[in-house]
């Protein structure tokens, strides 16, 4: 039973989001884990070098790992960016700025309303490969650009984007990065430090260094398998991951009428120390007081817990270690019809590395909320050298409690161990729908990405939409998103009827509600609780080194290469990013583009976007 004093130290997860293998966000993963997929796949073709390169422990290719589409793109449009700063940024920097908006959006948050906050960011990441891929080029590659790869402005621009002034930091303990980061994020919430964080882990594999060095420590499977838990486990299969959890304290949380997705009761992370033999095996000792550790900051008992997402790589070494921890702390006392529940979502897409911890976190939220566990792949065969009296690793779809507890584990090469426990949240108290007719006001930047969202609102009432009442599907899209400049507004007492308006285009009488600020929204739709309405439709295109066309217009090809952030014609060269020192390097391209020498006192008295564009046309005229 909680406690007041429970209450009051519990962490609420609100908001959730991510890009895995095979699953662009939560629900696309509930869907891949519930229908048993994996969802590794041979490596993709613009990453065949890096596999030729790699071979694994037993000399032949890994060429299979769990890999996310599209790592390339981004819509720069919305974040205000030049297509040359976005070819620049790390595509790490470009995918969690995009999962963060929609992690926001699934919590509720108008991004707006926390600028100037202390809202904290908390990233777990131990990779810069876009960085040192291009640093490795040579020392002509070390431009001032680069600085904006390096791994602390992964948090960093995401704090600055959203104007955020709490904590934000990039925590690296290797594969137990992201778990840390939530315990560090639980730490600042309960002391009162941030009223709101924002923890990310984010791993994209671009490089084959690592896998090399790993392949060579025989950590990676021969066939990109990864089989926790079974007698022929035999290493990992890499995987890509970027995701993003909202945390709130759980009183604040209620208060807000936000959607509870999990509640994080407690957590603790500890070094083995010098308890294991060196610094890169495991302990059991340690493992065994990480999780004591947490189930005492959660007040829960071991006994008490169903399910454990465990670390669970498919490592011949770490998964008996695990699994007799798991065992030993949670697996006694237990009677043959309720066996602590282990499962690996590593099974399914691979192991996301610093990220991994994160991608646990979701999956043991969505169990929690679906109250099922859905199977972990690859373990027909149980180990030989665990007990498995108290254990099992469920092979097909396992219903839970409708207040149940689960824990999750990450370990790291660093010694580090992190464990997060969870409990379910309580329904929320939601009222019927009476007949009223109420607005669904959708808006969005650009026309193309409001045509896209009314398409998805429509599918989504007639699908998970449908469980929630129309009036709180209203009031969250009235509410609780960013008023864009273009919007459509639709009527309706059912679900239906939205559909159907929707589907056939705005409702003229209620143009008044296209207003940013005319109408009194809060007093029309009264309190109610957030609702989950499709996120953004991002408008995204390709942005990567070396794809970018030159183009016959000499003006776009300088502000398309040097431009910063966007910009119109009356925009100075100063404030998009064109310096004194960018145009010393603009003026060597213009003149081996040319064949004419530039004047530098004319080149320096450029002053806006206009300007540029007038003197590179007039100036590949006269080189003509």
Same mark, same amino acid.
């Given at each position: 039973?909680?406690?007041?004093?429970?209450?009051?130290?519990?962490?609420?997860? &609100?908001?959730?989001?991510?890009?895995?293998?095979?699953?662009?966000?939560?629900?696309?993963?509930?869907?891949?884990?519930?229908?048993?997929?994996?969802?590794?796949?041979?490596?993709?073709?613009?990453?065949?070098?890096?596999?030729?390169?790699?071979?694994?422990?037993?000399?032949?290719?890994?060429?299979?790992?769990?890999?996310?589409?599209?790592?390339?793109?981004?819509? *720069?449009?919305?974040?205000?960016?030049?297509?040359?700063?976005?070819?620049?940024?790390?595509?790490?920097?470009?995918?969690?700025?995009?999962?963060?908006?929609?992690?926001?959006?699934?919590?509720?948050?108008?991004?707006?309303?926390?600028?100037?906050?202390?809202?904290?960011?908390?990233?777990?990441?131990?990779?810069?490969?876009?960085?040192?891929?291009?640093?490795?080029?040579?020392?002509?590659?070390?431009?001032?650009?680069?600085?904006?790869? &390096?791994?602390?402005?992964?948090?960093?621009?995401?704090?600055?984007?959203?104007?955020?002034?709490?904590?934000?930091?990039?925590?690296?303990?290797?594969?137990?990065?992201?778990?840390?980061?939530?315990?560090?994020?639980?730490?600042?919430?309960?002391?009162?430090?941030?009223?709101?964080?924002?923890?990310?882990?984010?791993?994209?594999?671009?490089?084959?260094?690592?896998?090399?060095?790993?392949?060579?420590?025989?950590?990676?499977?021969?066939?990109?398998?990864?089989?926790?838990?079974?007698?022929?486990?035999?290493?990992?299969?890499?995987?890509?991951?970027?995701?993003?959890?909202?945390?709130?304290?759980?009183? *604040?949380?209620?208060?807000?009428?936000?959607?509870?997705?999990?509640?994080?009761?407690?957590?603790?992370?500890?070094?083995?120390?010098?308890?294991?033999?060196?610094?890169?095996?495991?302990?059991?000792?340690?493992?065994?007081?990480?999780?004591?550790?947490?189930?005492?900051?959660?007040?829960?008992?071991?006994?008490?817990?169903?399910?454990?997402?465990?670390?669970?790589?498919?490592?011949?070494?770490?998964?008996?270690?695990?699994?007799? *921890?798991?065992?030993?702390?949670?697996?006694?006392?237990?009677?043959?019809?309720?066996?602590?529940? &282990?499962?690996?979502?590593?099974?399914?897409?691979?192991?996301?590395?610093? *990220?991994?911890?994160?991608?646990?976190?979701?999956?043991?939220?969505?169990?929690?909320?679906?109250?099922?566990?859905?199977?972990?792949?690859?373990?027909?065969?149980?180990?030989?050298?665990?007990?498995?009296?108290?254990?099992?690793?469920?092979?097909?779809?396992?219903?839970?409690?409708?207040?149940?507890?689960?824990? &999750?584990?990450?370990?790291?090469?660093?010694?580090?161990?992190?464990?997060?426990?969870?409990?379910?949240?309580?329904?929320?108290?939601?009222?019927?729908?009476?007949?009223?007719?109420?607005?669904?006001?959708?808006?969005?930047?650009?026309?193309?990405?409001?045509?896209?969202?009314?398409?998805?609102?429509?599918?989504?009432?007639?699908?998970?939409?449908?469980?929630?009442?129309?009036?709180?599907?209203?009031?969250?899209?009235?509410?609780?998103?960013?008023?864009?400049?273009?919007?459509?507004?639709?009527?309706?007492?059912?679900?239906?009827?939205?559909?159907?308006?929707?589907?056939?285009?705005?409702?003229?009488?209620?143009?008044?509600?296209?207003?940013?600020?005319?109408?009194?929204?809060?007093?029309?739709?009264?309190?109610?609780?957030?609702?989950?309405?499709?996120?953004?439709?991002?408008?995204?295109?390709?942005?990567?080194?070396?794809?970018?066309?030159?183009?016959?217009?000499?003006?776009?090809?300088?502000?398309?290469?040097?431009?910063?952030?966007?910009?119109?014609?009356?925009?100075?060269?100063?404030?998009?990013?064109?310096?004194?020192?960018?145009?010393?390097?603009?003026?060597?391209?213009?003149?081996?583009?040319?064949?004419?020498?530039?004047?530098?006192?004319?080149?320096?008295?450029?002053?806006?976007?206009?300007?540029?564009?007038?003197?590179?046309?007039?100036?590949?005229?006269?080189?003509?």
């Amino acid at each position: 039973m909680t406690t007041s004093g429970d209450h009051q130290r519990s962490v609420a997860i &609100v908001g959730m989001s991510c890009r895995l293998p095979g699953a662009a966000s939560p629900d696309h993963l509930w869907e891949l884990l519930r229908a048993g997929v994996d969802a590794t796949s041979e490596t993709p073709a613009e990453r065949d070098d890096s596999a030729a390169s790699l071979s694994t422990g037993t000399g032949g290719p890994a060429s299979r790992g769990g890999f996310v589409e599209g790592v390339a793109d981004f819509d *720069a449009e919305f974040f205000g960016m030049s297509a040359a700063e976005a070819t620049a940024l790390d595509p790490q920097q470009r995918l969690l700025l995009m999962c963060a908006w929609e992690s926001l959006e699934d919590a509720g948050i108008v991004p707006e309303a926390l600028r100037g906050t202390r809202t904290g960011v908390f990233v777990g990441n131990s990779r810069a490969d876009f960085l040192e891929t291009a640093l490795q080029q040579g020392l002509s590659s070390a431009t001032a650009t680069q600085l904006g790869n &390096v791994r602390s402005l992964l948090a960093a621009r995401l704090s600055h984007v959203l104007d955020l002034r709490g904590p934000s930091a990039v925590i690296d303990t290797a594969c137990s990065s992201a778990l840390t980061a939530v315990h560090q994020a639980v730490g600042s919430i309960r002391s009162g430090e941030v009223p709101v964080a924002l923890v990310a882990g984010v791993n994209l594999p671009l490089r084959p260094d690592e896998g090399v060095m790993m392949s060579h420590a025989g950590a990676l499977s021969p066939d990109g398998r990864s089989r926790f838990g079974s007698a022929d486990a035999d290493g990992h299969a890499p995987a890509d991951a970027v995701a993003v959890v909202v945390l709130k304290p759980l009183e *604040a949380a209620l208060a807000d009428g936000d959607r509870v997705r999990a509640v994080i009761a407690g957590s603790a992370v500890g070094n083995d120390g010098a308890s294991s033999s060196s610094v890169l095996n495991p302990s059991l000792e340690g493992q065994l007081d990480v999780l004591r550790w947490a189930h005492e900051d959660a007040r829960i008992a071991p006994s008490e817990v169903d399910f454990v997402e465990a670390h669970g790589a498919g490592s011949p070494l770490l998964d008996p270690l695990e699994l007799t *921890a798991l065992g030993r702390c949670m697996g006694t006392f237990r009677s043959s019809r309720r066996p602590l529940l &282990v499962g690996s979502v590593k099974s399914n897409l691979g192991h996301a590395e610093a *990220a991994g911890g994160l991608v646990g976190l979701i999956k043991a939220a969505l169990c929690l909320e679906h109250r099922q566990v859905p199977p972990s792949l690859h373990a027909e065969l149980p180990r030989s050298d665990v007990d498995w009296s108290g254990l099992s690793i469920p092979q097909e779809i396992t219903d839970i409690p409708q207040r149940a507890v689960a824990g &999750v584990s990450a370990q790291g090469s660093s010694s580090l161990n992190a464990h997060v426990v969870l409990r379910s949240a309580e329904p929320a108290r939601r009222e019927g729908d009476d007949g009223t007719r109420w607005p669904l006001v959708l808006s969005a930047r650009t026309p193309e990405a409001l045509a896209e969202l009314t398409r998805a609102c429509a599918e989504h009432l007639a699908g998970p939409g449908a469980a929630f009442p129309v009036r709180d599907l209203c009031r969250s899209a009235a509410l609780r998103r960013t008023r864009f400049e273009h919007r459509t507004v639709v009527i309706g007492a059912t679900h239906q009827e939205l559909i159907e308006a929707l589907r056939t285009g705005s409702t003229s009488e209620l143009d008044r509600f296209l207003g940013a600020e005319s109408v009194d929204r809060e007093g029309l739709f009264g309190p109610g609780v957030h609702a989950p309405l499709p996120t953004y439709p991002w408008q995204t295109r390709r942005y990567w080194p070396g794809d970018e066309p030159e183009g016959d217009d000499p003006a776009e090809w300088l502000l398309g290469k040097h431009a910063r952030t966007g910009f119109d014609q009356d925009s100075t060269l100063a404030d998009i990013g064109i310096d004194s020192l960018a145009k010393l390097q603009l003026m060597v391209e213009v003149q081996q583009r040319t064949g004419r020498e530039v004047d530098p006192e004319e080149l320096a008295a450029l002053r806006t976007v206009r300007d540029l564009c007038r003197w590179a046309r007039q100036l590949t005229e006269v080189s003509r």
